[in-house]
């Protein structure tokens, strides 16, 4: 049983896609992880990752995917193949750097 987290999320992540226009959605129309479980992309505490992240080490554009989830916040779920916590850490050096 998922929690209200990463139903909501997932749920989330679809009405968003759907509301964009085209263009913006030129990568994910190339996304390998459409048609799949969404909530294998947003994993439970404790949940493994490794079936996500392999889907994603193989698709196309998983670093549009990273890039889009760094320029957007998005806090939840695993984008480009990294987790949550990593995509913090990645921003937080980013903002370090830019401030240098
Ligand atoms: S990198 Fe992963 S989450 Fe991103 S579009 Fe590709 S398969 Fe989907």
Redesign the pocket.
């Known amino acids: 049983m998922k929690s209200e987290r990463g139903v909501s999320n997932s749920r989330t992540r679809h009405l968003y896609y759907a509301s964009l226009n085209k263009q913006a959605r030129a990568w994910?129309d190339r996304?390998?992880?459409q048609g799949l479980d969404p909530h294998l992309?947003f994993p439970e505490r404790g949940q493994t990752t490794n079936e996500?992240k392999a889907?994603?080490a193989a698709?196309e554009?998983?670093f549009e995917?990273?890039e889009y989830a760094l320029n957007h916040d998005i806090e939840f779920g695993?984008?480009?193949?990294v987790t949550e916590r990593k995509r913090r850490t990645l921003r937080a050096t980013r903002t370090k750097a830019a401030q240098a």
């Open positions: 994910m996304a390998k992880c992309f996500a889907v994603c698709c554009v998983r995917c990273l695993l984008w480009g193949g």
